[in-house]
């Protein structure tokens, strides 16, 4: 497996948040329309995603038919997706809203139609604010996985973030509503 990805050996300490969703809970959803895990989303991929032990997340994905690229597989850049939505819950553990900067994928072994895929995120550290974060995906033995992934999220200031786009959101009067909130 090659990999650009590198975790720095001077880390910053990490603790999870106190006010972070407990081990087994549902995530709070960041955006009800969000593609990955947005339960209003028209099209999405509607993941429910949970908070594990320690600085982990974890979700299950049924592969739908649609989501197919190959013949009989799930397309890569759905699994992708999938990736960067679960590992980008992985920073609220510890506190920040944080958007991905990188990512990357390492297809290990086709995904067939029709399955179910597990998907686990681990935060692996932090330093000032790049959140560095390892995802696993498997079919059945947890101990064959068929997708690993690595990303690095960088930690926003939501409001001052999202402001200039926030009037495309489907969702604008709400978001501004939220964001305006001391
Ligand atoms: C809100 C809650 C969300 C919860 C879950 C969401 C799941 C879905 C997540 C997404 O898909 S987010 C959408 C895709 N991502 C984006 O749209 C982000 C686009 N990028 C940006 O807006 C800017 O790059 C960003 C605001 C994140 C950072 O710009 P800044 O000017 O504030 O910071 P800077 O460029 O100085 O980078 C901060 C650190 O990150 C590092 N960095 C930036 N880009 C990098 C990169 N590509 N690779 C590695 N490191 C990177 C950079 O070197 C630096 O490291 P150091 O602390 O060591 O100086």
Redesign the pocket.
């Known amino acids: 497996m090659k990999s650009g990805f590198v975790v720095p050996t001077d880390l910053d300490p990490i603790e999870r948040h106190p006010k972070a969703v407990g081990p087994g809970e549902r995530m709070r959803m960041?955006n009800h329309m969000?593609y990955?895990c947005g339960e209003d989303s028209p099209n999405g991929l509607h993941l429910e995603i949970y908070a594990g032990e320690g600085f982990t997340i974890r979700a299950s994905m049924e592969v739908e038919p649609h989501f197919e690229g190959g013949p009989g597989v799930l397309h890569g850049g759905i699994l992708t997706t999938a990736f960067?939505?679960v590992m980008?819950?992985a920073p609220?553990l510890v506190g920040p809203?944080?958007?991905?900067?990188?990512l990357e994928v390492d297809f290990l072994r086709p995904i067939p139609v029709g399955s179910t895929l597990e998907l686990s995120a681990t935060l692996l550290g932090r330093?000032?604010?790049?959140l560095y974060t390892e995802g696993v995906a498997h079919i059945g033995d947890p101990d064959q996985p068929v997708a690993v992934a690595h990303a690095?999220f960088?930690s926003?200031n939501?409001r001052e973030?999202f402001a200039e786009h926030l009037d495309k959101s489907q969702i604008s009067d709400e978001y501004k509503q939220r964001l305006s909130r001391p």
Do not use: F
């Not at 809203?97 to 990188?102: G, K």
């Not at 330093?127 to 790049?130: N, Y």
């Open positions: 960041h969000c990955g960067d939505d980008g819950m609220l809203s944080a958007v991905t900067v990188h330093q000032r604010r790049k690095i960088v926003i939501a973030h």
